[in-house]
């Protein structure tokens, strides 16, 4: 209807511009409205208001022509001018409730754009380092990720989603020392754990799989391995050297086998975050190894394109790149003195390597820690020949549990963290998918263990399933009294549902596809959820002053064809949001 509204403003410019009432060189922004105010009509326009200046006119002057020069159209019972210029457009109800035939006409394709008639796009979202478990935070940027590249893909972008998988570094080579250390004192060794090793348990699940798999293969002598090796830091020293000396030490003493060991903590953890994504409904077409980039000669590639280009030098025996020349606040390190590259020098690498791969846009979902690192990224991008608009990085807060007004602290399990598998095995898949989503991702959330699992419309997730299974509780009655639904009649019907409430969540259901739209185009999953609440607070209101089984067969069936329609809006964008629809609750 609003596109109607705008093509209708856009016949009247035209025919004022054509008589010679407005100048013909203006240059229109027509923009269409839904009012807050019922009073105000269903639709408002402010192009009288932006014309005025550049048309010569005053603005209800302006807004006075342009409606006498609204062609004729059955959906605009009339058109009012309010306050300084604004036009109210009153439509009519058969035009208003003809979505209800939409929506049962198009079914699980009502709002979606046409598949991939919007850019090509790549959503790289979680890419937590593979050292443990994903934790709560992890969850957010999970829910977060999967749901904005789904509603992409709804709107008619082309996705693809990735995991970059940090297979490379000192995280990973601390990993592995420590289930090595694990894995010695199962073969009854004593040490003394490094105090910046990885402490969970699931480090000594993977050492008892490198006995159960390789023996005594990786065993030696515990003296041999702390020989010489710098204090930690309970016995005065430094964590970082202690736990780096045992790091090479480890290499030493393993040679080849040491890649054995590192293999095993990233192919055990990897795999449980596999698996633990995949069960939170999340998958990725691509899962992208850090390591092949040194491999296939991206990240040497990318430095010599900078070297080229003259963003690079060299101070104290280390390779600068000279990021402040666009704007980030220093120049960063691409490659130390002893020869390795950095973190950043790969990050520069795996950029290339996307805009290489033909990505017209690409998106980054980085949490919050992040934030620093987006004006480096963005420098480098630039140096490379690329715009640096095409990548945006959207980053996402901590989610902080309660169980009512308690903080939870930690859990006994990893003994540092939730883990998203503790909190999806406590509240469930859908709850922890809504709840995720239900704020502005760069917002600080408190997510409330206890609210997430109560049967009340305190519950939002509770409250829209609630409403999606009513109606389908309300056909299997129909069902069992011997009735049945008729579509065609319910739609040819519709004019019987005149009550205020009807009329309100048949509007609540023409804003889906712009709801949609603008949830995706702008990243913001919320949206949708706060809709989805929206409608269903509607629908409920409306349930419950109105009879659906009823012996007028006409009212009966407009009122069930409302609820239908009611109820595939609902699982359309339950879907969008990783949610089940379910039929019982």
Request: proline share 3%; net charge negative; charged share 25%.
């Amino acid at each position: 209807m609003k596109e109607q509204i705008a093509q209708l403003i856009d016949a009247a410019l035209s025919t004022l511009t054509a008589n010679g009432t407005l100048p013909a060189d203006i240059t229109p922004n027509i923009q269409v409205e839904n009012t807050r105010d019922k009073a105000h009509g269903d639709f408002a326009s402010n192009i009288a208001l932006t014309l005025a200046k550049p048309a010569r006119r005053n603005p209800r002057e302006l807004a006075q022509l342009l409606c006498d020069a609204l062609p004729a159209n059955a959906s605009v019972e009339k058109t009012e001018i309010a306050g300084p210029g604004f036009i109210n457009f009153f439509v009519s109800q058969a035009s208003t409730f003809s979505v209800v035939g939409d929506i049962l006409e198009q079914g699980d394709t009502f709002g979606r754009g046409a598949a991939n008639s919007g850019p090509r796009m790549q959503v790289e979202f979680v890419s937590a380092n593979p050292t443990g478990p994903l934790h709560v935070g992890h969850g957010r940027g999970a829910a977060y990720g999967a749901t904005v590249a789904d509603l992409l893909e709804a709107a008619g972008v082309e996705v693809e989603r990735e995991y970059y998988v940090n297979d490379a570094g000192r995280q990973m080579n601390i990993l592995a020392a420590s289930v090595w250390l694990r894995y010695l004192e199962q073969h009854e060794q004593e040490l003394a754990f490094p105090s910046n090793g990885y402490q969970g348990y699931y480090i000594r699940d993977i050492a008892h799989d490198l006995i159960k798999d390789h023996g005594d293969r990786f065993n030696r002598p515990v003296a041999e391995v702390f020989a010489d090796i710098p204090a930690d830091e309970p016995a005065g020293g430094d964590k970082e050297i202690h736990i780096d000396a045992l790091i090479e030490r480890a290499q030493q003493l393993l040679g080849d086998d040491y890649e054995l060991v590192f293999d095993a903590g990233l192919n055990s953890i990897l795999s449980d975050i596999r698996e633990d994504l995949g069960e939170f409904g999340v998958n990725y077409q691509e899962w992208f190894s850090e390591r092949s980039l040194t491999s296939s000669g991206d990240v040497s590639r990318a430095l010599e394109q900078l070297e080229a280009k003259g963003y690079l030098y060299e101070q104290e025996g280390n390779i600068w790149f000279r990021s402040t020349d666009f704007g980030d606040d220093k120049d960063r390190v691409v490659k130390r003195a002893n020869g390795q590259t950095t973190y950043f020098a790969s990050d520069i690498a795996y950029h290339m390597n996307k805009f290489e791969r033909g990505f017209d846009k690409v998106v980054n979902i980085w949490g919050a820690d992040h934030h620093g690192y987006i004006a480096r990224v963005k420098a480098a991008i630039q140096a490379m020949g690329y715009d640096p608009e095409k990548l945006e990085v959207r980053l996402v807060q901590f989610a902080i549990l309660y169980r009512g007004s308690e903080r939870v602290q930690m859990s006994t399990r990893s003994g540092s963290f939730v883990t998203l598998r503790e909190l999806r095995n406590e509240v469930g898949n859908d709850a922890c998918r809504f709840f995720y989503v239900t704020r502005k991702a760069d917002q600080h959330m408190d997510f409330d263990l206890e609210l997430a699992k109560t049967e009340s419309k305190d519950n939002p997730v509770y409250y829209i399933q609630y409403a999606h299974a009513r109606v389908c509780s309300v056909l299997r009655k129909l069902d069992s009294e011997g009735m049945a639904w008729d579509q065609a009649a319910g739609l040819a019907s519709l004019e019987r549902l005149e009550s205020e409430t009807e009329a309100d969540l048949v509007k609540q259901l023409a804003k889906y596809p712009e709801t949609l739209q603008h949830a995706a185009l702008n990243f913001e999953p919320h949206v949708l959820a706060n809709y989805l609440r929206d409608l269903a607070g509607d629908f409920h209101t409306w349930y419950n002053g109105h009879k659906l089984i009823i012996d007028d067969a006409e009212l009966r069936n407009a009122r069930l064809t409302l609820s239908v329609a009611v109820r595939q809006v609902l699982a359309n964008g339950l879907k969008l949001l990783g949610v089940s629809a379910p039929e019982q609750m």
